[in-house]
Every structure is written in C-alpha cells, then in structure tokens.
C-alpha cells in the first residue's frame, strides 16, 4: 500500500453484501504495522489503522459468476508515529481521511468459496505530517495520491 511509504505490508480485512440487481455494499478495515523511517540522526516509526465504508456497482459479469465492480469508499484512520534517537523523544497521532475509487473482480473456486482482487486509488482529503523539532526535513507526509492492490479469498454465502 502506498500511503506510508511506495510500499508498505498491509493488514485488512473486508465485509461485502452484494444487493441485487448490481450494488454491493462493504466495509474495509487496514492497517500498515510499523514502518521505519531515516530522519536526521534517529527514525520515526509509522503505522496507520483505518476502515472505509465502500459502495460498489457490477459493471461486469453476474452474480455467482466471474465478475467486476467499480467502487467508491472513503476512508478514516489514525497514523501514529513515534521518534526514536532525537534529543526529545516524542509521539504523535493524527488523522487520516481520503477519497478513494477502484476495481474489485471477483469469481467462484470451489462451493461457496471464492476469489477476489482489488486495486484502488486514494486521495487523502488532509494535510497532517510529522517532523522533529530543531530537524530539517519532515518524517512523514502523505503522498498526494496513494494505492492498493490486493488479493484474497471470498466466502459468498446462498
């Protein structure tokens, strides 16, 4: 994921209720465990925790067959960071909100069990960012347009 640094390990879980003819419904929850950022003479720790209610509409396919959904969600988080090796040892929370937009295709395996990708774009909506005092520079900062890819497994109940 692309929100904390070019790539990061995500953490996620997600909930779909697909409705029909063609919506679905899902919330998404992340988290990015610790990553350790270089800044002057210490790092900063950062990680992020965050859910996002999505609204999805099939754009191809039919339900319990392969298919593809455009969906649209906004997500809130926290990003915490913590420095370490600074004269002035601190931590901080702030948080995180962004627009997003992306595709999920999704299809059967075996009985009710299933696959699905994803990948997506997110906007964050606010400015915050973490720097040292009396350091040059800033730990961390939000990128102005982040993603998402991933893959997983489905269990579509009849």
């Known amino acids: 994921m692309a929100i904390v640094r070019t790539a990061a390990p995500v953490v996620g ?16 929850a992340a988290f990015i465990p610790t990553q350790t950022l270089p ?18 509409v099939r754009v191809l ?38 627009a997003g937009a992306g595709l999920v295709g999704m299809g059967p395996l075996v009985g009710s069990l299933g696959w699905t990708a994803r990948v997506a774009a997110f906007v964050p909506t606010n400015e915050e960012s973490f720097a040292i005092e009396g350091i040059d520079g800033v730990a961390y900062a939000p990128p102005r347009v982040g993603g998402i890819g991933s893959l997983g497994l489905v269990w579509a109940s009849n």
Do not use: K, N, Q, Y
């Open 61 to 98: 396919g039919a339900r319990r067959a392969i298919r593809l959904a455009a969906c649209a969600s906004f997500a809130f988080g926290l990003v915490r960071a913590r420095g370490h090796g600074f004269t002035h040892e601190a931590s901080a929370t702030r948080p995180w909100l962004a």
């Open 39 to 56: 800044l002057g003479p210490g790092t900063v720790d950062v990680d992020l925790l965050s859910v996002a209610p999505t609204t999805c």
């Open 13 to 28: 879980l997600g909930v779909l209720l697909e409705l029909p003819p063609r919506w679905a419904l899902g919330l998404d």
